[in-house]
């Protein structure tokens, strides 16, 4: 590769084209191969890519497993939780695979798509853990190049991001509001990187948002996304510690808040 030769990643993008293997074909597959039926999801739907919130779920018999979801690679279940139906799927880590499942997601019924992912603090705000709604995301992972064109950042929904504003404040949970830093690479997060995004005001690291955002803005989505702040990336003992109940308890209280708050200019 020439030095005006574009990466890959960036060469041969056209944004404005349709895609030519859809969700939907894939989902019609699996349906055939495994003689199922395929059927709505519900308005709600939360990815969990560490599983801690499904694994609860599942132990305290409130999770259901949605026997109409012919994904080939997760299983969603459904919860209910202060009067609104929830399905959850587990264990959707990387960016690359949480826009796989979003498609899916999407074309299955999904209206409003929530991630709470655990996250690594870049800047010490406070003591781990806290949660932080997501308004933008740096963009130093793959799958947004293939939804949007090169720039900085992908932004939340700015309709989403108004509507949260003073969603959390009864809840006696921090929330911050601020920006990630969404890497593919989480065993390569140097400390000369570190430092760089600390300059940025970047406030965590993940995993997803970028990628997510990007999708919901190419396919005009709605699309939320939280980084609950767990560790610091190993450089202390006792790292990783998420809260009561692995942190579900605090995440379900964000999520259900988030969805009260969001349904109805849905439903508009």
């Not at 059927?39 to 801690?52: A, R, W």
């Not at 308004?135 to 950042?153: M, V």
Request: charged share 20%; glycine share 6%; proline share 5%.
């Amino acid at each position: 590769m020439n030095d005006t030769e574009k990466p890959p990643i960036l060469a041969t993008k056209h944004y404005d084209e349709k895609s030519v293997f859809v969700p939907e074909a894939l989902l019609r597959e699996a349906q055939r191969q495994k003689s199922g039926t395929l059927e709505q999801v519900p308005d709600i739907c939360l990815l969990d890519p560490d599983g801690d919130m499904v694994r609860r779920l599942k132990s305290d018999g409130r999770a259901s497993l949605h026997g109409g979801w012919m994904c080939y690679h997760t299983e969603l279940y459904t919860f209910e939780q202060d009067g609104l139906t929830f399905g959850i799927i587990g264990c959707v880590v990387g960016s690359s695979f949480a826009v796989l499942v979003a498609e899916e997601l999407f074309v299955s019924g999904c209206k409003l798509l929530i991630s709470v992912t655990s996250s690594g603090q870049i800047s010490p705000v406070q003591k781990p853990p806290y949660f932080i709604l997501i308004e933008r995301a740096l963009r130093d992972e793959g799958t947004s190049y293939h939804y949007q064109p090169p720039s900085q950042y992908s932004h939340a929904p700015t309709v989403l991001i108004d509507t949260l504003d003073g969603a959390f404040a009864d809840l006696e949970i921090e929330v911050l509001t601020g920006a990630t830093w969404t890497t593919d690479a989480p065993f390569r997060e140097t400390e000369h990187a570190i430092t760089t995004m600390q300059q940025r005001g970047l406030l965590a690291v993940e995993m997803e948002t970028a990628a997510l955002y990007a999708f919901a803005a190419a396919r005009d989505k709605s699309v939320i996304c939280f980084a609950h702040v767990t560790n610091q990336m190993g450089q202390h003992d006792v790292d990783f510690e998420k809260g009561e109940a692995d942190g579900t308890t605090d995440a379900l209280k964000v999520i259900t808040a988030t969805a009260k708050r969001i349904l109805p200019i849905l439903s508009d």
